[in-house]
């Protein structure tokens, strides 16, 4: 990521130094999780979609500790690895959207609730910004080489109301709760990084 483009890496001091972490991201290109993968402090495992591990991706995918998930049903194997992650305190990075979109959290799915819920863990979210700005000459698919792209983490907080309950209802309040915060965070961030009005 480094080598490619100049990310400009805000924030990163918030993500605890130790023990399970969420990341929430939004997703705006295919270019947010390999360049959050790429920036950030601790090593993270993404759920990816089973259709990435093809060819020489697999075994990359694989040996850098992402996780297949097949998003076409409940998939109970993806959703055991991602608390085992987290269970052996590391990171997981989630894009709580769950496929690419406007990447401005509008439309939010229960998982990442679940997840924390369950597991207790902070959620640290983080913008990407810069990657749908504008197409490169050399790939058209992606942001012109050595061109800024934005990093910003925030601050860390609990999903859950401190009750541990787990029902629909409380998986609901803690969407709705995330879903606040990190559209607080995303607006922080384009103002932050001069990028307001900008994907």
Request: cysteine-free; proline content about 8%; aromatic content about 6%.
């Amino acid at each position: 990521m480094y080598g490619l483009w100049k990310p400009r890496v805000l924030g990163a001091w918030r993500i605890p130094a130790d023990g399970p972490v969420i990341l929430a991201g939004n997703h705006s290109h295919n270019l947010d999780g390999p360049m959050l993968i790429g920036t950030s402090p601790r090593p993270v495992h993404f759920l990816v979609k089973k259709e990435a591990f093809v060819g020489p991706l697999d075994p990359f995918l694989r040996g850098i500790g992402q996780l297949k998930v097949d998003r076409a049903s409940a998939d109970r194997a993806a959703i055991t690895d991602a608390l085992g992650v987290l269970e052996r305190g590391g990171v997981l990075g989630i894009f709580p959207e769950g496929t690419r979109g406007e990447g401005d959290f509008a439309s939010l799915r229960a998982g990442l609730a679940y997840f924390a819920v369950r597991s207790g863990a902070p959620i640290v979210p983080v913008a990407v910004l810069g990657t749908t700005l504008r197409r490169g000459r050399v790939v058209p698919g992606l942001p012109p080489l050595r061109s800024r792209i934005d990093v910003v983490f925030g601050d860390p907080f609990e999903a859950g109301d401190g009750s541990g309950r787990r029902t629909r209802a409380a998986l609901d309040e803690a969407t709705v709760r995330i879903q606040k915060r990190l559209g607080e965070h995303l607006a922080d961030a384009r103002r932050f990084t001069g990028r307001v009005g900008h994907p």
